[in-house]
């Protein structure tokens, strides 16, 4: 995709601080990191969304996903790495891997409850046992 940023940075077009790659998955540092060693792994090519990429690339950028895990966790000294597939910013497939210093480092603003005092919780997003049977009865999941 020609206006694409991850595709531009993937093929050399757009410079970016490449950590790792290969003729498959490209993997660099955000530029406006969560904390230091933010970095996504992508696809060469172009998906909009993870669901539609082939699994076995899927598996390939979670394979790279855990040697970067391990690796920031030894810079880092953290007892966690976030791992997500997103696609929203930047709509082609992507996954940030976190270095994890606070259990909020990946929290959405949804779970923000005071934007000046920051206090996190995620008891006001709460839902009754219902809500969640009809969230299971949509996706087609009933036991």
């Avoid at 976190?98 to 259990?103: A, F, G, R, S, T």
Wanted: proline share 7%; net charge negative; hydrophobic share 45%.
């Amino acid at each position: 995709m020609t206006d694409c940023i991850f595709c531009k940075i993937a093929s050399g077009d757009v410079s970016a601080h490449v950590l790792w790659e290969d003729a498959d998955v490209v993997v660099f540092l955000d530029i406006a990191p969560v904390r230091e060693g933010h970095c996504h792994v992508i696809p060469r090519a172009h998906y909009e969304t993870f669901e539609v990429m082939p699994p076995d690339l899927a598996a390939r950028m979670v394979t790279i996903g855990q040697t970067l895990a391990k690796r920031l966790k030894e810079v880092y000294g953290v007892p966690r790495v976030a791992f997500l597939f997103t696609g929203g910013g930047v709509p082609h497939v992507h996954a940030h891997v976190i270095p994890m210093h606070e259990k909020t480092d990946v929290r959405s603003a949804r779970y923000l409850i005071n934007p000046v005092n920051p206090e996190w919780s995620s008891e006001h997003l709460r839902v009754t046992p219902e809500v969640l049977d009809e969230v299971r009865r949509k996706l087609g999941f009933e036991v």
